[in-house]
Every structure is written in C-alpha cells, then in structure tokens.
C-alpha cells in the first residue's frame, strides 16, 4: 500500500476526505464544470473530468503528479470523476511536448518518460475519434539537487527535517528527495539507490539502511545520466527524549502516540525505543504499527493511557485521555495544494 494512502485509513470523518485528497487525487482540467478547454474537443463519456495519480514521495503527504526528473519515468493513475474509479472507457494516451514519451502500462494507468526538458499536457483521448476525455499540465526538469530524509516511517507526524541524524546499530527508513534548480520536487520511478550499508528497498524512492557506527553513510544514487553521492550522518549518542501533547478519544477510537529523540539539536531516527502502555487501551498489532518511533493504542475504557518510551536511562511519556465522545483528529494546514491540480479544476 501507497505509505501516504495507509496514513489515511486510520483518520476518520473530513479528515479522511483531505488526506486522501492530498495523497492521491490531482485534478485533470475538466474536473470543474466539465468544461472543455479552448482548443479541444471532448467526450461525453467523463463529463466530471479525470483525477491522475503519479508517484508518491515517501518523505511527505500530497505531492499529487509532480515533475519528472530528465531522464526518468513515473506511472500515472487514470481515476473517473464520476465514480472515482479507475478509468474504464478505452483510451489512447497522448503528450504535447517533445521532451516526453507516454505508453499505456494497463487498463487505467500510462507510463510518463521525460528524455528532455520541457512542459506541455498529458491528453487521455478517445481512441475512435481522438475526443479529450481530459488533460493534464505535465514538465520535467533536471536534477540540481537530490537530498537523504527520513521517510514517513520514521518522522510522521512530522516530515523530517534538513538537520537529523540515523542511529547506529538500527535499521531506518530513508527516501532520496530529488529537487530542480527552483527547488521544485522531482519524481523519477527508474531511480537507482545502492548503499553499503543498505538492507533493502521499500518504495521507488526509499531504502532501508543499517549503519552500524557513528559518522556518516553514503548513498549512491543515479537518475538518467545524473550520479550522485547522498551522505546520511550516523550518531551513536542521545542526550534527550520528547512526548506529544495529550490527546482526547473516546472509547474504542485508536491514537497514535509519537516521541522524538534528540542528539543535542539534532533529531534522531531510528532509536530503540522500549514502549510500555498501562490504563484503559491494548496495543494495535504490529502488522497495524505504521511508524517506528510511535504506538498506536486502541481505548477500551473511560481514564488515561499512557504509553512511556525509554531509550537506556532516558525516557518521555504520552498520554491519551478516554471520554465518553470521541473528538476528530486534527489535519495540519499546508497538506492540500493547488500544485496538484490540473488547469481546469482552478477554473
């Protein structure tokens, strides 16, 4: 499962609706109204327009269908307004732009290959008549930048930081974020990631690596023509632990409590935390445990939980507070951007 869309299962009510919109639904250009760009002539078959899925990073929530890094590829989702399905009118797929090559990769579904740097629109047509069912803006650039993250694994409910260091002697999850000249987010499935220290990939973008002492750990990294070395620092030392602030639940709702472990000002992922939970709740199983430096209790009673982290001789606690009505959980700003949409959802 999409690590973001796994994050949006367990966020009830509106919530749900924005994180779900956020990590996966980018409006193509008829999703408002279902007007037809100047120009184009369209098919009745989608009179609500597509939304297109294209790569998810692992390092953030909503980055819908961003550039393409020159030289690389994303597959992108085809999803009908309508029914908010996978597309099932037969369809041709179609680029404006030189610099881009698409291929139909399944039944709903194209693959996007950028050999140049350029813009244009991907046009989802119908095969008979050419008719637009609808279109996308799409635009490569090339890497300028590529920079080591802690994935969503290892830093939600944050998104890392530019300052942050692995643990020695734990596996981490880290995703390579790959940036244009403007720093603009860039997305290349074909990506190539080796690390001596590595243990396996776990997304197009991300890696599992086990440094074993303090320092740092390089990452090689290709994309098309473009090579580069990533450094991840590497600490065998924490100096502190951090809680969450209290939550309010109701019975049987699930909370998710997260700590934070620090080397000085630096964070640190991949601590070995020990965890223990006492009050009204049980520990979600571990296959339900998305993020390694948190728990996830359900409550099965009035009271307080609370769940203590210790690493060696320090420690932190959370606590979750039980009431007879639950209170939704609360969705940052900044999650949903107009980035994601296609020309003729902003109309």
């Given amino acids: 499962m999409n690590k973001a869309l796994a994050i949006t299962a367990r966020v009830g009510g509106v919530g749900a609706a924005v994180l779900a919109l956020a990590a996966s639904s980018t ?101 008979a008549d050419g008719y637009l069912y609808d279109r996308l803006p799409i635009a490569s ?23 942050w260091a692995a643990y020695a002697g734990s596996t981490i999850d880290v995703a ?42 390089d990452i090689l990294v290709g994309v098309g023509d473009t090579n580069a070395t990533v450094t991840v620092s590497v ?29 000085g000002t630096v964070r640190v992922f991949g601590a070995p935390y020990a965890f223990q939970v006492s009050g009204p709740g049980v520990v979600l199983p571990a296959a339900e445990q998305e993020h390694r430096s948190c728990v996830e209790v359900r409550a099965t009673g009035l009271g307080t939980i609370v769940v203590s982290a210790s690493v060696g001789n320090l420690s932190a606690t959370g606590q979750v507070d039980v009431t007879s009505t639950a209170s939704r959980a609360a969705i940052p700003t900044g999650w949903v951007s107009r980035f994601d949409l296609g020309e003729r959802a902003m109309q």
Avoid at 180 to 197: F, K, Y
Avoid at 236 to 263: H, K, M, W, Y
């Fill in 235 to 263: 600490t065998d030392r924490l100096t502190s632990i951090t809680g969450p602030s209290p939550q309010q639940r109701g019975v049987d709702d699930t909370a998710e409590v997260c700590f934070n472990a620090f080397d």
């Fill in 176 to 217: 390579i974020a790959l940036y244009d000249a403007g720093g603009g987010w860039l997305v290349d499935e074909t990506m190539r990631i080796t690390a001596s220290t590595l243990v396996g990939r776990t997304a197009w973008d991300s890696v599992e690596l086990r440094p074993t002492a303090a320092g740092t750990t």
């Fill in 27 to 127: 409006e193509g250009d008829r999703s408002t109204g279902g007007r037809c760009p100047a120009g184009e002539q369209c098919a009745n078959e989608t009179p609500e327009g597509l939304a297109f899925e294209g790569a998810q990073v692992s390092w953030f929530i909503g980055n819908g269908v961003a550039n393409t890094a020159v030289g690389g590829a994303q597959t992108i989702d085809i999803i009908d307004n309508v029914d908010e399905r996978p597309l099932t009118w037969a369809f041709e797929p179609k680029v404006t732009s030189t610099a881009h090559r698409v291929t139909a990769t399944g039944e709903a579904s194209v693959m996007l290959s950028a050999i140049g740097e350029g813009s244009g629109h991907l046009r989802i047509t119908r095969p």
């Fill in 141 to 163: 650039r090339p890497v300028d930048r590529m920079q080591a993250r802690p994935s969503l694994t290892e830093s939600w409910p944050g998104f890392g930081t530019d300052s």
